[in-house]
């Protein structure tokens, strides 16, 4: 026969451990709640700072309102220029003064991407890392030197090059056009940076030849280059 008590008893007991576990269970959400909320309140915080130095260096970007690097062709030199040889393979030497127009911002240059062609004829494409860093200040230029020897065109290419290239040869004046592209850092201060590719087109570059040379240069002086 069971006793009443011990029914009793162990009601009390399961009833403890019920309590005893919702209690648990309560003390256990307010932390991971708050945790929660430290953890969103955080994540928001960096998103908000983020957004704010964003704005900030858009804001002082446009009061310097940075204008990019102006060029010109300083002087163009072509060398083993012959025609009649079955390789034609010359040599450009150029020399290209980048000029820094801001007053506040600081030019840093670490490559150049050229091309030079012959009537939209593509003769020479090469990409070139400097030898020693570029750092062009406010208001200053820097001269770059290039020595570039032409690849070996294909027959067609060469066939349509030299077709169209004997009457200026006849006359001793070949008109080149060279498109430099350069990978310019802007720097304003020690924590304002952004980088673009700068393209200057520089064209009717005309090489004056003397009679039975090989080699010929910018003859009426440099050229200004337009910059995209």
Not at 69 to 82: D, E, H, I, Q
Request: charged fraction near 20%; charge should be positive.
């Amino acid at each position: 026969m069971d006793h009443p008590n011990a029914s009793a008893t162990s009601i009390h007991h399961t009833h403890g451990l019920s309590v005893s576990r919702s209690m648990r269970r309560s003390c256990h959400r307010p932390t991971k709640s708050v945790a929660n909320q430290v953890v969103r309140c955080l994540i928001t915080s960096l998103i908000l700072l983020f957004v704010l130095a964003s704005a900030a260096c858009f804001i002082a970007w446009l009061m310097l309102h940075p204008h990019p690097p102006s060029s010109r062709v300083n002087s163009l030199a072509v060398s083993g220029f012959n025609i009649s040889s079955p390789q034609f393979t010359p040599r450009f030497d150029i020399e290209l003064v980048v000029t820094n127009p801001n007053k506040k911002i600081v030019f840093s240059i670490d490559q150049f991407g050229l091309l030079i062609s012959y009537r939209g004829i593509p003769l020479l494409r090469s990409v070139v890392d400097p030898p020693n860093y570029i750092q062009i200040l406010g208001n200053r230029s820097s001269e770059v030197k290039f020595e570039l020897g032409m690849e070996k065109l294909s027959d067609k290419k060469k066939r349509k090059v030299l077709r169209d290239i004997k009457g200026d040869w006849s006359r001793g004046v070949v008109s080149f056009q060279v498109k430099a592209s350069m990978r310019v850092t802007f720097r304003a201060g020690r924590w304002l940076s952004r980088q673009r590719l700068v393209e200057a087109s520089c064209k009717d570059l005309s090489v004056e030849f003397l009679p039975a040379k090989e080699t010929g240069k910018l003859h009426d002086g440099g050229r200004i280059c337009s910059v995209d």
